[in-house]
């Protein structure tokens, strides 16, 4: 069974800095795309940042230059490192993974349970 464990999010001012992790279980045979999504109060969950097993990223325009995804694919976990952060960001943030879990196997989605980012003073 293939796991997505989260970590990194907690409360911040407006302006400050989070780091997101993501770490997918290593029994794995190959991961198309890890990215993040969130979903705040009453709203849809929207991507925030993809990046494809190419290493092309992939972000959503609110969060453009102000927001970092990147990969560690030996360790197969991917980051966020959010800057500048806004009260708009608040959100609970998921994690992603799009991936072949044995050879053979067609594609499958795999989300985190996610973690909570409140951007607030």
């Known amino acids: 069974q293939v796991q997505l464990a989260e970590s990194g999010g907690g409360l911040v001012q407006p302006g400050g800095s989070l780091r997101l992790s993501c770490a997918a279980s290593r029994n794995i045979f190959a991961i198309k795309v890890m990215g993040w999504y969130r979903q705040a109060p009453g709203k849809g969950r929207e991507l925030v940042a993809r990046?494809?097993?190419?290493?092309?990223?992939d972000y959503a325009d609110a969060v453009k230059d102000r927001f970092t995804i990147s990969r560690d694919s030996a360790k197969n976990t991917i980051y966020l490192q959010m800057n500048s952060l806004k009260p708009e960001d608040t959100a609970v943030y998921y994690c992603?993974?799009?991936?072949?879990?044995?050879?053979?196997?067609?594609?499958?989605?795999?989300w985190g349970q996610g973690t909570q980012v409140t951007v607030s003073s």
């Open positions: 992603n993974a799009r991936l072949i879990r044995v050879v053979g196997d067609g594609e499958d989605d795999y």
């Open positions: 990046i494809i097993s190419g290493g092309i990223t």
